[in-house]
């Protein structure tokens, strides 16, 4: 099971549950033509789905199209439920980069049978996380900066002050729901610019100027 780091030191329990949250940037929203939503989007991957950003990573081969999603992931570290956002700001140990990978056409057809689509978004090594900086190191988390290179190509660049809901408000939301636990991540929507993933790809993911993770495409055959 993935284990984060915090600041170069292992963090006291795996993984687990990662929470996100779909269509957090309207111009993401935008160039799926979907619409924007009033409400968040929430859904669950589970902790298996968690893996190492960097060196390499692996895409699944034979099911369609996977797409990259950069986003800031957060990582929980103490219990939430019910939270304020005064709460939630205390509670946070860290910040990092994820990417929720997506079976798009894995998606696309379910959802036109009106489906579920966990599988297209909660297969084994679905989010590829970087290691983790100290949550005290943010000093406005409406302010937040993330991009992502691919094969020297700038693809995604979003800023959480873009965010249709703010990370902090998010997470209180969050807690009404779903309990959150140390270990858990939060991934908080990803910015335009989502695109297919290919064999090969050399990625380069940015947050601020506190974290890059240089990583490689590598592909997954089907069991």
Same mark, same amino acid.
């Given at each position: 099971?993935?284990?984060?780091?915090?600041?170069?030191?292992?963090?006291?329990?795996?993984?687990?549950?990662?929470?996100?949250?779909?269509?957090?940037?309207?111009?993401?929203?935008?160039?799926?033509?979907?619409?924007?939503?009033?409400?968040?989007?929430?859904?669950?991957?589970?902790?298996?789905?968690?893996?190492? @950003?960097?060196?390499?990573?692996? =895409?699944? !081969?034979?099911?369609? &199209?996977?797409?990259?999603?950069?986003? *800031?992931?957060? #990582? %929980?570290?103490?219990?939430?439920?019910?939270?304020?956002?005064?709460?939630?700001?205390?509670?946070?140990?860290?910040?990092?980069?994820?990417?929720?990978?997506?079976?798009?056409?894995?998606?696309?057809?379910?959802?036109?049978?009106?489906?579920?689509?966990?599988?297209?978004?909660?297969?084994?090594?679905?989010?590829?996380?970087?290691?983790?900086?100290?949550?005290?190191?943010?000093?406005?988390?409406?302010?937040?900066?993330?991009? @992502?290179?691919?094969?020297?190509? =700038?693809? !995604?660049?979003?800023? &959480?002050?873009?965010?249709?809901?703010? *990370?902090?408000? #998010? %997470?209180?939301?969050?807690?009404?729901?779903?309990?959150?636990?140390?270990?858990?991540?939060?991934?908080?929507?990803?910015?335009?610019?989502?695109?297919?993933?290919?064999?090969?790809?050399?990625?380069?993911?940015?947050?601020?100027?506190?974290?890059?993770?240089?990583?490689?495409?590598?592909?997954?055959?089907?069991?």
């Amino acid at each position: 099971m993935f284990q984060p780091r915090l600041e170069q030191h292992i963090y006291p329990s795996p993984v687990g549950k990662i929470v996100c949250v779909g269509r957090n940037y309207a111009a993401h929203a935008a160039e799926l033509n979907n619409p924007v939503p009033a409400e968040p989007i929430l859904f669950i991957k589970p902790a298996d789905a968690a893996c190492a @950003l960097g060196p390499v990573f692996a =895409v699944p !081969q034979g099911m369609g &199209s996977v797409h990259h999603e950069l986003e *800031i992931a957060v #990582l %929980i570290g103490e219990t939430l439920s019910n939270a304020s956002e005064e709460t939630v700001l205390a509670s946070l140990a860290g910040v990092g980069i994820g990417l929720d990978l997506t079976l798009r056409d894995v998606q696309d057809g379910l959802k036109a049978k009106s489906l579920p689509w966990e599988i297209a978004k909660s297969f084994d090594g679905a989010c590829p996380l970087s290691d983790f900086i100290a949550a005290d190191k943010v000093e406005d988390w409406a302010d937040i900066e993330i991009s @992502l290179i691919r094969n020297g190509k =700038v693809q !995604q660049e979003g800023n &959480s002050s873009a965010m249709l809901f703010p *990370i902090i408000a #998010l %997470i209180a939301r969050m807690s009404r729901h779903f309990t959150l636990n140390p270990g858990d991540v939060i991934m908080t929507g990803t910015p335009a610019g989502v695109g297919p993933l290919e064999v090969g790809d050399e990625l380069e993911a940015h947050l601020q100027d506190w974290l890059v993770v240089n990583t490689h495409v590598k592909g997954l055959d089907p069991a």
